[in-house]
């Protein structure tokens, strides 16, 4: 049963654009949301999060969005940069820092 | 600071053989968790803690063990490894307020 769902595998970009990772999860108790980046043969990275009590956090070039009602978030990368080519991991997790489930994971390649 | 440290980053096993993988951290994080990746699965929690002396079992437990003696150390041992625990295996750690988690660099296992 995967409670955090990214259903596309792979993502390809041109630099400069904007780049849109998805994710859906199905466990409506889950509170805080978090994206990783992750290179090859590295451990996955801390990019940013988001409470359930907000919509939209912003930082740098990374902005998460939250739709609570469609059990929805999204990772938007503006503009896309070739350094942002890494497998994105999206989590969830509630009441606190245990038991945080990961999806499956969408790399991403920005093509210079 | 070190950060979050796996020993050692490769291993290949034989089929019924045991071994622990070692993580040590110099953060002073309360939380300490291993994950597994494999292939289209995403990473799965196996054991987490949230202070010396305190564990939990997570998604993937079965032929696992841990313990936290300290802070600073989360060891996972593998009972009597098998073909299905070829994996990449992460520790990560994180202060119980997050916001999110600090990984390893991972160690890869091969069981023949």
């Known amino acids: 049963d995967q409670q955090v769902k990214q259903n596309s595998p792979s993502l390809s970009v041109q630099e400069g654009r904007i780049s849109i990772l998805n994710c859906d999860y199905t466990?409506?108790?889950?509170?805080?949301f978090l994206w990783y980046k992750k290179y090859p043969a590295e451990g996955p990275t801390f990019l940013i999060s988001?409470?359930?009590?907000?919509d939209k956090n912003e930082d740098g070039r990374f902005t998460v969005f939250l739709n609570k009602s469609a059990k929805h978030l999204s990772l938007h990368i503006v503009p896309s940069q070739p350094g942002d080519s890494a497998v994105y991991f999206c989590a969830a997790n509630s009441g606190g820092y245990q038991k945080v489930t990961f999806g499956t994971g969408t790399k991403l390649q920005v093509i210079p | 600071n070190a950060g979050v440290t796996q020993t050692p980053k490769f291993q290949v096993l034989k089929t019924g053989q045991s071994m622990t993988l070692q993580c040590a951290q110099d953060m002073n994080h309360e939380y300490m968790s291993w994950y597994r990746q494999d292939p289209g699965m995403g990473l799965r929690l196996i054991h987490y803690s949230v202070g010396a002396g305190i564990t939990d079992q997570g998604e993937v437990p079965n032929g696992y063990n841990v313990s936290r003696s300290t802070t600073e150390d989360f060891p996972l041992r593998l009972l009597s490894a098998a073909p299905s625990q070829t994996s990449v295996y992460f520790c990560?750690?994180?202060?119980?307020?997050?916001?999110?988690?600090?990984f390893g660099s991972g160690t890869r296992l091969t069981v023949v």
């Open positions: 990560a750690s994180s202060r119980l307020g997050g916001p999110g988690y600090t």
């Open positions: 466990n409506s108790m889950f509170d805080y």
């Open positions: 988001i409470s359930s009590i907000k």
